[in-house]
């Protein structure tokens, strides 16, 4: 089993900063790729940013260059650098892997969440 835990969300003000980490524990094998999804009350679930085991980024159009994803791989660990935050970034956040698992073949994945972590950006 797996579990992913976050932590750095809260409450900040229009134009601050805050940083989000995501910790993978458990039968681990490697991750493939981790991110980082968020929901906004009474949206969907939507993509902010994901990277790679090559450290190759993705990122939404609407925080592309206020947002900074990296990861570390000896540590199982996904960071979240928010820049410039706005009240829009307002939403639980929920860290995601690809993993794959000791117990499993090389090569079969299964994906994890996160609990989620609150991030409020006030105006």
């Known amino acids: 089993q797996v579990q992913l835990v976050e932590s750095g969300g809260g409450l900040v003000q229009a134009g601050g900063s805050l940083r989000l980490t995501c910790a993978a524990s458990?039968?681990?094998?490697?991750?493939?790729?981790m991110g980082w999804y968020r929901q906004a009350e009474g949206k969907q679930r939507e993509l902010v940013a994901a990277?790679?085991?090559?450290?190759?980024?993705t990122y939404a159009d609407s925080v592309k260059g206020r947002f900074t994803v990296s990861r570390d791989n000896a540590k199982n660990t996904v960071y979240l650098e928010m820049n410039t935050l706005k009240p829009e970034d307002t939403a639980i956040y929920y860290c995601?892997?690809?993993?794959?698992?000791?117990?499993?073949?090389?090569?079969?994945?299964?994906?994890?969440w996160g609990q989620g972590t609150q991030v409020t950006v006030s105006s």
């Open positions: 995601n892997a690809d993993v794959e698992t000791k117990n499993k073949p090389s090569g079969y994945t299964v994906e994890y």
């Open positions: 458990g039968s681990i094998r490697s991750i493939n790729v």
């Open positions: 990277i790679n085991s090559r450290a190759r980024p």
